[in-house]
């Protein structure tokens, strides 16, 4: 657990927060757009979880893991610091889950505040009355729920291919192709279901089976991910 | 005899076609500078690698302070220290975060960091400017601090590759100073990588030799030596006939004889003495103003092997 903790830690400090004004904008403008601007725009709809919010709620933050997890493996390449870190006590599992803890704790809680704070600014946009909360409240946690999969899922797949890339140009370019790969894949899935299947199921129940089998993607992902982690074969790359 | 803290029996690794390392059999005792010494491509990073676990090799075996590389990899690295090609700092963060870093990955207690970090760092100079980021440092100063973060932890062994590659000569030599005095004081045992014969001079009590993955000869320099290098004298003077020179090289001591430029260097072989060569040149008419003798230097045997294995 110590070890983990020690590279969550480093990638803060490293790839995180390495101390440049960039590193500041770029939480900055995640937390304006989704926590100030969308809410702002759509006020009502989206305490009701519109599509709008549902939608930018998820996809926002997998995308913006993008930004981040193509540099884990292959930045610590680019700047030679990966062979020094592989050859110390720190164990394989400690580093590549630490690397996935460490970005999607931090995307997914600026996704949360957020969140937050999108509450906020619907509750001051509509003027004087009682304070509206996210309705229904099980349903904002399945949004947050479903936003933490989706970043779990851009760091699984994001963590995967950059222990495959030189560069980390080369895993964003990567990550980026498979991502709109993947989304093609799923749209065309979808249509292709036969409806009976989701006859007599309510939006919410169709919504979990959809959290389940993102769930069982990033599991999946984060598996393979182990499986390929070999200190000889990342030393050689 | 005590168990050496290094030791590899047959110990092979090839990539496709090449041998990187080939049938390299060692054993190097514990609480000396064992230097490592070899061209460029000549196996010594790929030796470092197989000794740190992070290579497999494909022959033979190895163990570092008894654990083996094949089945104990963790157990090495957990108890060694290394400065690899590359210094390997997080030049974003602070020179303190990066020692710090080291320290949490090793296990050690808030405290001990924190006043570990001051003593390595003030016994480099670097105190005063621990809150920089690294990226503003200079090389040598890079690379100061990539030596405490080796030995941070006080492992027993440390393993560095080539640590003033690529220095100009004041700096590898301030570098080099620091190194020897830090291996010193912490009593540690080095196995130093390097192609850099004054600094396996300096700072080794024992070297290895190693040229296409095979390893050449091993020993203490002064071993080496007597081994392979050899006497010469060079004298000064004028009046040096062919018939001396001739006359010189009829005698059973004289392995070799150069003229440059009014000057007779005369190569010797084992422990001959110069006295009645000097009597030679002088009783033949030759003047001598000047006769010195001297000894191999590790570059020189470094050489004679390079060449040696070159024509086998």
């Given at each position: 657990?110590?070890?983990?903790?020690?590279?969550?830690?480093?990638?803060?400090?490293?790839?995180?927060?390495?101390g440049?004004?960039?590193?500041?904008?770029?939480?900055?403008?995640?937390?304006?757009?989704?926590?100030?601007v969308?809410?702002f725009?759509?006020?009502?709809?989206?305490l009701?979880?519109?599509?709008?919010?549902?939608?930018?709620?998820?996809?926002?933050?997998?995308?913006?893991?993008?930004?981040?997890?193509?540099?884990?493996?292959?930045?610590?390449?680019?700047?030679?610091?990966?062979?020094?870190l592989?050859a110390?006590?720190?164990?394989?599992?400690?580093?590549?889950?630490?690397?996935?803890?460490?970005?999607?704790?931090?995307?997914?809680g600026?996704?949360?505040?957020?969140?937050?704070?999108?509450?906020?600014?619907?509750?001051?946009?509509?003027?004087?009355?009682?304070?509206?909360?996210?309705?229904?409240?099980?349903?904002?946690?399945?949004?947050?729920?479903?936003?933490?999969?989706?970043?779990l899922?851009?760091?699984?797949?994001?963590i995967?291919?950059?222990?495959?890339?030189a560069?980390?140009?080369?895993?964003?370019?990567?990550?980026?192709?498979?991502s709109?790969?993947?989304?093609?894949?799923?749209?065309?899935?979808?249509?292709?279901?036969?409806?009976?299947?989701?006859?007599?199921?309510?939006?919410s129940?169709?919504?979990?089976?959809?959290?389940?089998?993102?769930?069982?993607?990033?599991a999946?992902?984060?598996g393979?991910?182990?499986?390929?982690?070999?200190?000889?074969?990342?030393?050689?790359? | 005899?005590?168990?050496?803290?290094?030791?590899?029996?047959?110990?092979?690794?090839t990539?496709?076609?090449?041998?990187?390392?080939?049938?390299?059999?060692?054993?190097?005792?514990?609480?000396?500078?064992?230097?490592?010494?070899?061209?460029?491509?000549?196996?010594?990073?790929?030796?470092?690698?197989?000794?740190?676990?992070l290579?497999e090799?494909?022959?033979?075996?190895?163990?570092?302070l008894?654990?083996?590389?094949?089945?104990?990899a963790?157990?090495?690295?957990?108890?060694?220290?290394?400065?690899?090609?590359?210094?390997?700092?997080?030049?974003?963060?602070?020179?303190?975060?990066?020692?710090?870093?080291?320290g949490?990955?090793?296990?050690m207690?808030s405290?001990?960091?924190k006043?570990?970090?001051?003593?390595?760092?003030?016994?480099?100079?670097?105190?005063?400017?621990?809150?920089?980021?690294?990226?503003?440092?200079?090389?040598?100063?890079k690379?100061?601090?990539?030596?405490?973060?080796?030995?941070?932890?006080?492992p027993?062994?440390?393993?560095?590759?080539?640590?003033?590659?690529?220095?100009?000569?004041?700096?590898?030599?301030a570098?080099?100073?620091d190194?020897?005095a830090?291996?010193?004081?912490?009593?540690?045992?080095?196995?130093?990588?390097t192609?850099n014969?004054?600094?396996?001079?300096?700072l080794?009590?024992?070297?290895?030799?190693i040229?296409?993955?095979?390893?050449?000869?091993?020993?203490?320099?002064?071993?080496?030596?007597?081994?392979?290098?050899?006497?010469?004298?060079?004298?000064?003077?004028?009046?040096f006939?062919?018939?001396?020179?001739?006359?010189?090289?009829?005698?059973?001591e004289?392995?070799?004889?150069?003229?440059q430029?009014g000057?007779?260097?005369?190569?010797?072989r084992?422990?001959?003495?110069?006295?009645?060569?000097?009597?030679?040149?002088v009783?033949?008419?030759?003047?001598?103003?000047?006769?010195?003798?001297g000894?191999?230097?590790?570059?020189?045997?470094?050489?004679?092997?390079?060449?040696?294995?070159?024509?086998?």
């Open positions: 657990m110590s070890d983990l903790w020690t590279v969550v830690w480093k990638e803060w400090r490293d790839s995180i927060f390495p440049g004004k960039i590193e500041y904008l770029r939480p900055l403008v995640f937390i304006t757009f989704l926590g100030i969308l809410p725009v759509d006020r009502q709809g989206w009701a979880l519109s599509g709008a919010m549902v939608f930018a709620s998820v996809f926002f933050p997998y995308f913006y893991i993008l930004n981040y997890i193509g540099d884990a493996f292959a930045g610590e390449r680019e700047r030679h610091t990966l062979e020094t592989l110390s006590r720190i164990s394989d599992r400690a580093i590549l889950l630490g690397k996935v803890i460490a970005t999607v704790s931090y995307i997914w600026m996704t949360v505040l957020a969140s937050l704070l999108g509450l906020v600014i619907v509750n001051l946009a509509k003027g004087p009355g009682p304070w509206a909360f996210y309705t229904p409240v099980s349903g904002w946690a399945a949004v947050l729920v479903a936003g933490m999969l989706a970043c899922l851009a760091a699984s797949g994001g995967l291919v950059s222990l495959h890339s560069t980390t140009r080369q895993a964003q370019q990567t990550l980026l192709l498979g709109l790969a993947l989304f093609v894949v799923i749209f065309f899935t979808a249509r292709a279901l036969p409806s009976q299947w989701f006859r007599g199921m309510s939006p129940q169709i919504f979990l089976v959809a959290l389940l089998v993102m769930a069982l993607l990033d999946l992902l984060l393979i991910a182990m499986a390929s982690f070999r200190r000889s074969r990342l030393l050689l790359k | 005899m005590p168990e050496p803290i290094i030791r590899t029996e047959h110990l092979s690794r990539f496709g076609e090449v041998k990187a390392v080939d049938d390299l059999s060692l054993a190097v005792p514990a609480g000396i500078v064992f230097g490592f010494l070899g061209p460029n491509g000549a196996g010594k990073t790929t030796t470092i690698h197989l000794l740190l676990g290579l090799p494909t022959l033979g075996q190895a163990w570092v008894g654990f083996d590389t094949r089945t104990q963790g157990e090495i690295r957990a108890h060694c220290g290394a400065l690899l090609e590359f210094s390997g700092l997080y030049e974003r963060m602070t020179a303190e975060d990066n020692l710090d870093l080291y949490r990955i090793y296990q207690s405290l001990d960091r006043s570990r970090i001051k003593e390595l760092l003030t016994h480099l100079d670097l105190w005063e400017r621990r809150k920089e980021q690294v990226n503003k440092w200079s090389r040598g100063m690379q100061k601090l990539a030596v405490a973060r080796a030995i941070f932890h006080r027993p062994l440390i393993f560095l590759d080539e640590p003033t590659a690529g220095f100009d000569p004041v700096a590898a030599a570098l080099r100073a190194l020897a830090l291996v010193a004081r912490e009593g540690v045992t080095v196995f130093l990588n192609h014969l004054t600094e396996a001079e300096k080794c009590a024992q070297v290895g030799v040229r296409n993955g095979k390893l050449l000869m091993v020993g203490s320099p002064d071993e080496l030596r007597t081994r392979k290098g050899s006497s010469h004298v060079e004298i000064t003077g004028q009046g006939t062919g018939q001396i020179l001739a006359s010189l090289r009829a005698r059973p004289v392995a070799g004889i150069e003229q430029d000057r007779l260097l005369i190569e010797l084992g422990e001959a003495r110069t006295a009645p060569l000097v009597s030679l040149i009783q033949s008419g030759a003047e001598v103003e000047e006769a010195r003798r000894e191999s230097s590790l570059e020189d045997v470094f050489l004679t092997l390079m060449k040696e294995n070159k024509n086998e």
